[in-house]
């Protein structure tokens, strides 16, 4: 997916729309978006604005991003698209989420099933705002059914910090595979690792506001854990009865105490 990349700057904001001069290295536009319908019209009939329509789904997510933060006049907002991206939507984590990173390429799939036969991780994070400590665990699974636990105790951190870790930590130890599934309670990092991670990548890992993306250096370590693989993602509802999820949340507590 080649990457489209191109700057908004905040011209005017009203109750209805906010109006932007919309800019890349060879051509430049005047942008009105429709804060209540979500519309987007164009001075121009130019090939950049062309490409705005073309990819007009993640011009509304970056706009509505935007909108719930401090958004001012003036404001410079760099946008990236990937023409065609798959994005995902809640109803989507109710199957099992494909990232196939092989061959250079970004594929995104969904199946009612999950893949057989492969080698699998669990993982959980947690933090205790009491003592401050916070930790993950989780366990790798081979097809044959042999399980290696793995746990670690932090100190200060957050629950999403502590997530990603746990899969990092899984992906790590699962190294040699080029197939994995991932199985984590956390929307979080799936929709960090399926689709985030790829913009903020040619963004030089800054959000669309500009600011720092947190946890960069650690999106950063999932995304090359990721590179050349075939990782199937499931989402697991925490608390839901699921034994194996129920048994990391356990080791992912146990070492908020430590």
């Known amino acids: 997916m ?6 908004l700057c905040v011209e005017n904001i ?3 729309y906010i109006s932007c001069h919309i800019f890349n290295t060879s051509e430049d536009n005047k942008l009105r978006y429709d804060i209540t319908t979500g519309m987007v019209s164009l001075t121009k ?21 935007a909108l ?27 199957k099992f989420i494909r990232l196939d990173r092989r061959n250079n390429r970004i594929r995104i799939t969904t199946s009612d099933s999950g893949l057989v ?20 665990g ?7 059914g042999v399980t290696e636990p793995f746990h670690q105790s932090i100190s200060g951190g957050s629950s999403n910090l502590m997530e990603l870790l746990a899969i ?21 990092v799936i929709r960090g690792l399926v689709q985030w991670v790829h913009f903020w990548k040619h963004n030089n890992w800054q959000t669309a506001h500009g600011r720092h993306v947190k ?19 499931q989402w697991i509802k925490g608390h839901s009865g699921n034994v194996e999820q129920e048994f990391c949340h356990l080791l992912a507590k146990s070492a908020t105490e430590s």
């Open 2 to 7: 080649k990457p489209v990349i191109f700057t």
């Open 14 to 16: 009203d109750d209805r």
């Open 45 to 65: 009939q130019n090939l950049l604005a062309a490409t705005v329509r073309k990819n007009l789904h993640q011009l509304q997510k970056i706009l509505r991003s």
């Open 68 to 94: 719930t933060g401090n958004l001012h006049l003036g404001q410079v907002i760099n946008c990236v698209f990937l023409e065609g991206f798959p994005f995902l939507h809640d109803h989507t984590f109710h």
């Open 117 to 136: 036969n492969v080698h699998k991780i669990y993982a959980d994070g947690s933090c205790n705002p009491d003592t401050r400590q916070s930790g993950f």
């Open 138 to 144: 989780g366990f790798i699974e081979t097809p044959e």
């Open 168 to 188: 990092i930590e899984g992906l790590q130890r699962l190294l040699p595979q080029n197939t994995i599934q991932v199985n984590t309670d956390s929307r979080f």
């Open 215 to 233: 946890f960069a250096e650690h999106w950063q370590q999932a995304y090359r854990l990721c590179e050349g693989k075939y990782i199937e993602f």
